[in-house]
């Protein structure tokens, strides 16, 4: 049985970049119905009710195909959601008025885009270009050497509808949301400046955990 989580802040914290009608929208009707139907998808199949929800998703292609389809849609979707409302956070408790990533994230962005202004730059226009509903991400890609040693290397990528970068084998780290439905309320068709306001409501500290705890953070995921 897999629960909505509430929102980490209230509904009208991130105006005046996403609206409170939105967010109540967004969260108890759009993401709910996701979790909803998941759940009505489990009762059929009880041999995977203790399954966590990121094993349903990295072993989606195993399961039934009926449960599988549901995986896909409402899995992806209550994961990436939930996700989502993490990655952002209101501007009043942003201590550092310098909203750019420091540390390790800070140095793995400068060295895999240059900079973080090219980091933004890429990401936009990644996201600008997706076609129809899916989700930007950034995410780690992990690779090891010949002496067995990680290197974390960032990418900036696209989905389509709602699946996750974990069966790609990906780690999220940062993500928006690209549907109609996050944005449509109050930027109508500017996709570009919704993801343009977006920056003044990461919340890196969020990001940066992720990225030096890894796999370590998917418990907190969803
Ligand atoms: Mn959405």
């Not at 890429?122 to 040693?149: T, Y």
């Not at 343009?196 to 953070?217: C, D, M, P, Q």
Request: net charge negative; with cysteine.
């Amino acid at each position: 049985m897999f629960h909505l989580p509430p929102l980490p802040y209230d509904y009208n914290d991130l105006e005046p970049y996403i609206d409170e009608m939105t967010m109540h929208c967004h969260h108890d009707k759009h993401h709910r119905t996701y979790v909803d139907h998941l759940n009505e998808s489990l009762k059929e199949f009880p041999k995977y009710e203790n399954h966590t929800l990121t094993e349903l998703i990295r072993e989606q292609d195993h399961l039934p195909s009926k449960l599988r389809l549901s995986v896909v849609r409402n899995g992806g979707g209550h994961y990436n959601h939930s996700l989502f409302w993490k990655v952002l956070r209101p501007v009043a408790t942003n201590a550092n008025p310098d909203p750019n990533p420091k540390g390790a994230l800070g140095h793995a962005l400068e060295r895999d885009f240059g900079s973080y202004e090219n980091f933004q730059l890429q990401f936009v226009e990644k996201a600008k270009a997706h076609f129809g509903s899916g989700w930007a991400w950034l995410s780690a890609d992990d690779r090891f050497d010949e002496k067995g040693s990680r290197q974390r290397k960032l990418l900036i990528h696209t989905t389509l509808e709602h699946e996750t970068p974990l069966n790609r084998g990906l780690f999220p780290l940062f993500v928006v949301d690209l549907w109609e439905h996050a944005y449509y309320l109050h930027y109508q068709n500017r996709r570009e400046e919704f993801l343009g306001a977006l920056w003044n409501i990461v919340n890196w500290e969020e990001v940066a955990y992720r990225f030096t705890n890894g796999e370590k953070s998917l418990r907190n995921a969803a």
